[in-house]
């Protein structure tokens, strides 16, 4: 099993910066593919970032230049900094990890296991 809990949520003014963080525990070397996805009231989940093993990312159109998925090995966790914040870009955002080989690590794939979330709002 394994174990992801996210921090670093809140509430900014648009043009802002967050940074998300993800601690994962447990086995964790199930996590070899880890990203974020998000979700807003009344919309869809929306794929955000995917890192395999530290390396190789992707990104959904809607935040390429703005958001950076980064991974620290050593202390089995995942970031996502979030510059130039819109107000669309406000949803709970989960922390999420598989372990599938890279051509399966894409943002909108569904991952085995994900954390409870935590709420970004943007506003204008």
């Known amino acids: 099993q394994v174990q992801l809990v996210e921090s670093g949520g809140g509430s900014v003014q648009a043009g802002g910066s967050l940074r998300l963080s993800c601690a994962a525990s447990g086995s964790t070397y199930r996590t070899a593919c880890m990203g974020w996805f998000r979700q807003a009231p009344g919309k869809e989940r929306e794929g955000v970032a995917t890192?395999?093993?530290?390396?190789?990312?992707f990104y959904v159109d809607s935040v390429k230049g703005r958001f950076t998925i980064s991974k620290d090995n050593a202390k089995n966790t995942l970031y996502l900094q979030m510059n130039s914040l819109k107000p669309e870009d406000s949803a709970m955002y989960y922390c999420?990890?598989?372990?599938?080989?890279?051509?399966?690590?894409?943002?909108?794939?569904?991952?085995?296991?994900r954390g409870q979330g935590t709420q970004v709002t943007v506003s204008s």
């Open positions: 999420a990890a598989d372990l599938v080989t890279p051509a399966f690590c894409y943002p909108d794939m569904n991952f085995q296991y």
């Open positions: 890192i395999y093993d530290g390396g190789t990312t």
